[in-house]
């Protein structure tokens, strides 16, 4: 690096020391307590068997002026990228553009073909744009690929399978959640629990808080399980969670290639929120027709139609099927 009080520093995770502790600390000031929250189980080692975490960091003048983090899917070309932040007073020195090139650098020497990361701000979007990222259509999501793959031929890939099996969600979900859950599927609400819409109708903003947010599921007493069809893909998930009168919401989303798995997926999880003591109701939005169709065929009676609030003035009419 041209500055000679700065370098540049690589540290695989897990790790627990004074240098990230300093970096959680400069993630908790630029994005709040819920991302210390939401990577502390990377910190503590939580993705080891599965994942390779690395944080990049450019120590200046003795501190952690900037960072980021990458988080690659092991025996995949897949990761997650985060993590971008630089301390206020050391902002327009160049930090993050070569914190973020030497990590990208070291993804493409690795044999890399995606990665992902999301932003709603034009200034860092910018950026990434510059280092090679593009917006996926309908989200806030960008995905940077190796050269010679295109967005089409890498679905292609990743959804070309038939088959799968119903496992339970984990963190070895983290990365391969992404290309299922910021892609067109087709369903205009993919997971009201959750509450993430298809990309069709509204606008997708979440990349690495993909898999935060159904844990967050698991901590308020619900469950959540996905269609693994191998080698790091996924091909549909869905989650469960008790509403607080002895009912429980179930919802799913899957890739059309995986329809004949759907079903287990939407049984199991139907019969882990039965075994919670909860009465079920399917969550279907009224233009999700395939859906519906499944829900007939799970054997589930048409209830009561009501308007959910997807996003903050965005109302979709929903049906819930009862089981």
Same mark, same amino acid.
């Given at each position: ?15 627990? /020391? ?58 995949? @070309? ?7 932040? #630089? ?30 990361? %999301? ?6 979007? /910018? ?20 050269? @010679?793959?295109? /967005? ?12 799968? #099996? $119903? ?18 599927? %087709?369903? #205009? $609400?993919?997971? !009201? ?11 997708? %903003?979440?990349?690495?808080?993909l898999y935060p947010a159904y844990e967050a599921v698991r901590r308020r007493g619900g469950d ?76 589930? $009676? ?8 997807? !996003? ?12």
């Amino acid at each position: 690096m041209e500055n000679s009080d700065s370098r540049l520093l690589r540290i695989p995770l897990p790790a627990e /020391n004074a240098m990230t502790r300093q970096v959680q600390e400069l993630w908790r000031a630029c994005f709040g307590e819920e991302e210390v929250r939401d990577t502390s189980g990377q910190f503590a080692g939580e993705d080891r068997d599965f994942d390779d975490d690395i944080l990049y960091v450019i120590e200046y003048k003795g501190v952690v002026a900037s960072s980021c983090h990458v988080t690659r899917k092991r025996g995949t @070309g897949m990761a997650g990228f985060g993590g971008v932040a #630089t301390v206020p007073e050391f902002r327009g020195m160049g930090f993050s553009r070569q914190v973020c090139s030497f990590a990208l650098k070291e993804f493409d020497e690795a044999g890399g073909d995606v990665i992902w990361l %999301g932003t709603g701000n034009p200034a860092a979007a /910018n950026l990434y744009h510059e280092l090679g990222f593009a917006f996926l259509p309908g989200t806030q999501v960008m995905c940077r690929l190796r050269k @010679g793959l295109t /967005n089409t031929k890498f679905l292609d890939s990743f959804f070309g399978g038939n088959t799968a #099996t $119903v496992k339970s969600g984990s963190a070895a979900c983290r990365i391969p959640m992404i290309p299922l859950m910021t892609s067109r599927l %087709g369903f #205009t $609400v993919m997971d !009201r629990v959750t509450g993430y819409c298809g990309s069709e109708k509204i606008l997708e %903003g979440s990349c690495m808080g993909l898999y935060p947010a159904y844990e967050a599921v698991r901590r308020r007493g619900g469950d959540w399980f996905c269609l693994d069809s191998g080698e790091g893909r996924i091909g549909g998930i869905g989650s469960w969670k008790p509403m607080g009168d002895g009912t429980a919401i179930v919802d799913a989303c899957w890739h059309a290639n995986y329809r004949a798995q759907a079903a287990e997926l939407l049984r199991t999880l139907i019969a882990d929120a039965k075994t919670a003591g909860c009465s079920v109701r399917l969550a279907v939005a009224d233009v999700d027709a395939a859906k519906a169709e499944m829900a007939v065929e799970l054997g589930a $009676v048409k209830g009561v139609e009501s308007l959910w609030e997807a !996003r903050r003035g965005v109302y979709v009419r929903m049906n819930d099927y009862l089981v």
